[in-house]
């Protein structure tokens, strides 16, 4: 298999890369770095945006960036980008982030799992590079954050960059965001651990008619209450939309919830779930996370007894399958 590099093409064309995400993972950002660090060099020609839908935080979202020495006269989406980034295990339940991508193509993963374990789950042939950005995030960041090993590991991707320039032009779209001193220097340090966690490999694990590009065929005729009719399709549950790694947890052993109801009131999914009580009015049992939870955090904001947390969660992959496939 021959590996496509992303360094040649830019040189010969056009670069052209994808992410995949949800909204408030730091996809765009990572983008915007890319973008801005490519702006910086001599005759270099760029185009970046992201693709949001009307959904809101934990939805799945898409950025593209184009590169090339030349001016760039296409403005489509990107549809059949050499390199493609991963942003969220969980984005790949609902778009297919190797999409459209070349046979020796690059992949880019945030992800705690080997770049063979994830070629081999979501069968990828190319060059698979893998970092636990979300791990470094937690441990630089106090947030489980991986937009900034996600942007070195795209970088390293593509390769002939300086490392100075890398972290310099990041931190540099973080002081336009007036982001305090301190923050800044955390960043640096979680991009010096980046360079270190990056582990890469060349697998061959795409089989005939994975990842083939699907023709736009419109949205079709939508009957009237389609909207609802989707929002309640159990395949299409905004619990899918929740950032990977948490799931709300409801624990009140004390018997603490006091009936005020503010959780019932403010959830946007209404899926607090709750039992009269002679006392209190009602008292809360819990939420249906696996329905609609979209970890919005407004029952974790509003609940005076703090009664509802983020837990930690890990996405399950079922390999079954995959591992008959391969033997
Ligand atoms: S995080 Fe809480 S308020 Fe938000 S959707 Fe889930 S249960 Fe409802
Ligand atoms: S906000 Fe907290 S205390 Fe109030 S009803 Fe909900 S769980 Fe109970």
Known sequence: MKVLDPRSILEDGVLEVRGDGKAGGGLVL????????????????????????SARRGANIRSFLRVSAKPI??????????????????????????????HGG????????????????????????????DDIGTKHLKHPIGNVSAYVAMTEAIGGLPMDEVVGIFLAQLKKRRIPEALIERNRDAMNATKVSIQSGIFDEARAGDHASTRF?????????AQTRLRLAQNNKTSSYARSGFRLVFADPANAC??????????PEGIITWEPDAERGVRVTGAEVNTFCKLCGECIEICPEKLFTEGKYEEVWDDTHAEEVTK
């Open 217 to 225: 065929e419109g949205y079709g005729d939508l009957p009237i209450g």
């Open 73 to 102: 006269d296409v403005g489509c989406e990107v549809t059949r980008p050499v390199l493609t980034l991963l942003m969220d295990e969980a984005a790949a339940r609902s778009a297919d982030f190797a999409e459209g991508v070349p």
């Open 30 to 53: 990572a983008f915007q770095s890319l973008a801005s660090l490519f702006s910086s060099l001599p005759n270099t020609h760029v185009q970046e945006w992201p693709f949001f839908s």
């Open 258 to 267: 006091t009936g005020c109801s503010h959780c019932i009131v403010n959830c």
């Open 106 to 133: 690059t992949y880019v993963i945030n992800t705690r799992r080997t770049p063979e374990e994830c070629a081999k789950h979501f069968h990828l042939s190319g060059r698979v590079l893998t970092v636990p950005g």
